[in-house]
């Protein structure tokens, strides 16, 4: 049950959007968003959906893969969707009727805008290991070191929290197996009974938190870890001229939508 | 005390993702009541993803499990009931300790299944008492005490559901030798005067060779070998292909055969080890 939770997943391969370097795949990510909220009209959706879809194909990942992602976020779409669709001024689709044209056009464009952003973020993550993205992102924030703010130590915990999920996913599955082996009822109850099941679960989940945590901080000392300065990678990231092209070609979009916004497509 | 069928069960974890795997595949048991049996496989030979198919927490992918001739997978109801006839051991159980005292982790079954204050009371004290924790430790925190102690109040805490059928998955990893033998001890005791059918997932081939009546040998999802101590130990070629390994005794007697001294009998076990070299006058 919980090793269906695919937020954040990384499913590997070897395609070119696999191979490009973390650091494109982020600006390329920002760029896409900013171009999500340039496109304006019809053909510039349009244009978005295209790209998004090629995207998916050159990087292998199943649209069923998207649709698992999307569906805790149903409610928050639905949600936008409605509210878009019946608080916007203009002309009634029917006379009398609550719906107008208006509303109608901007609904769809908001539920648009949500999935392609979900999607995207979702195109990242599915094709880039935690541990590059959180690279990524410490080479990109580096600057920030200039004015003190301690990437290193941020992005370390972050990829070390990103490590520790599925383990602690899986000690949750194990721990609730367990406990429901001595007749534990996660399911069945009022509110209050419910939370109360969930002590059984969160207690020992806290002991062995603190237990690991204590032996990854004596592992790393016991390697000589004393933060970010001074240390060195195994894997140095390095620019490829595929890396170029694919900015290039997220700018020129980003571009084309913009001339296109001016023209109020 | 209770039997256990299982007809033609196969399990697929993440079924339909890249990750999809086939852990167990057309598995066909029959393990009667009050049998001791051992279950050998080396990791990911499918005898963990086996064993939780016993007591329902695993719904199987196809096939069936039957507990005293149900299905227990059969409704809601049955694959609730089930947990009460079935006691599983997790690994390294003591993790699951969450209790404020050791009183109160160890009734933490007995209360779920709904049972009246004394009747808890009294299984509780029963099920101390199997594993041999006295009773001024029933107000400690059981998160203070020592691993073998933890280790075998969290079995404590499935033996007082009084299971028909109780399943270990490698009850003695981690703990020192002194510990692995108590811990066998108690769970030979509780076979003994409940008369209960147990399992046990081992690595310790010299435990699975000494106390268990059949043996069931596990490698990639299906079942290779089942069968007696003695017909498994005497295919030591077959286990080692397996990647398992064969008791010192046999080992022993294997090497000792190889170079000519002509040993009577299966060897699987110290005594019969020393048997056989009486029986050739080598002691």
């Known amino acids: 049950m919980l090793k269906d939770i695919t937020l954040g997943q990384y499913f590997p391969g070897d395609t070119v959007v696999h191979r490009l370097d973390p650091r494109t795949k982020i600006l390329g990510l920002i760029l896409y968003i900013v171009a999500i909220f340039e496109a304006s009209g019809w053909v510039g959706n349009a244009l978005m959906i295209v790209l998004t879809a090629l995207c998916m194909a050159v990087s292998h990942i199943k649209p069923r893969n998207i649709f698992k992602g999307l569906k805790p976020m149903l409610f928050i779409i639905v949600f936008t969707g409605a509210l878009n669709l019946f608080y916007t001024d203009g002309t009634p689709v029917l006379p009398g009727w609550p719906i107008t044209w208006e509303g109608a056009e901007r609904s769809a464009k908001m539920i648009l805008r949500i999935v392609l952003l979900i999607t995207g973020t979702f195109l990242l993550t599915y094709t880039t290991s935690p541990m590059e993205l959180t690279d990524g992102l410490d080479r990109l924030l580096s600057p920030l070191r200039k004015i003190h703010v301690p990437v290193h130590e941020i992005t370390m915990m972050m990829s070390m929290a990103l490590r520790f999920i599925p383990t602690l996913i899986e000690e949750t599955d194990k721990i609730m197996s367990a406990q429901k082996a001595r007749g534990a009822d996660f399911e069945n109850g009022s509110l209050l009974k419910r939370a109360k099941a969930l002590l059984p679960i969160l207690v020992p989940l806290f002991v062995s938190s603190f237990r690991r945590a204590d032996e990854l901080a004596v592992a790393m000392e016991s390697r000589c870890y004393h933060g970010g300065e001074g240390r060195t990678r195994m894997k140095q990231l390095r620019f490829a001229p595929r890396d170029l092209w694919a900015l290039l070609l997220a700018v020129l979009l980003l571009a084309g939508l913009i001339a296109l916004k001016k023209f109020g497509l | ?283």
Do not use: W
């Not at chain 2, 982790?105 to 004394?118: Q, R």
């Not at chain 2, 190889?258 to 056989?276: C, D, I, N, S």
């Open chain 2, 1 to 283: 005390m209770s039997e256990i069928r299982v007809e033609a069960l196969t399990h697929t974890y993440s079924a339909g993702t890249p990750f999809e795997k086939t852990a167990i595949e057309n598995i066909d048991l029959t393990i009667p009541s009050a049998q001791f049996v051992g279950v050998l496989g080396h990791t990911g030979s499918g005898k963990s993803t086996f064993i939780q198919h016993l007591n329902a927490l695993l719904k199987p992918s196809s096939g069936t499990v039957y507990v005293d001739g149900e299905d227990i997978n059969k409704d809601k109801k049955t694959r609730r009931a089930v947990k009460n006839k079935v006691g599983l051991v997790f690994q390294y159980p003591e993790y699951q300790l969450f209790e404020e005292t050791v009183f109160a982790d160890i009734a933490f079954g007995p209360k779920n299944m709904g049972l009246s204050k004394e009747e808890i009371e009294q299984r509780v004290r029963e099920a101390a008492d199997f594993v041999g924790v006295e009773e001024e430790l029933f107000q400690r925190s059981p998160l203070e005490l020592s691993g073998g102690q933890k280790r075998r109040i969290a079995i404590a805490g499935v033996i007082a559901m009084r299971p028909g059928v109780l399943i270990l998955d490698e009850p003695t990893a981690g703990l020192d030798p002194a510990g692995c033998r108590q811990i066998m001890d108690n769970i030979c005791r509780y076979r003994r005067e409940s008369g209960a059918t147990v399992l046990i997932v081992s690595h310790n081939m010299d435990d699975a060779a000494r106390l268990t009546e059949r043996l069931i040998v596990f490698n990639r999802g299906r079942v290779a070998m089942d069968g007696t101590p003695e017909q498994i130990f005497s295919q030591p070629e077959k286990l080692v292909e397996i990647g398992l390994s064969v008791p010192q005794s046999t080992r022993l007697a294997m090497a000792l055969r190889a170079r000519g001294v002509p040993l009577e009998g299966a060897v699987y076990t110290h005594g019969q080890l020393m048997a056989a070299l009486k029986g050739v006058g080598l002691c």
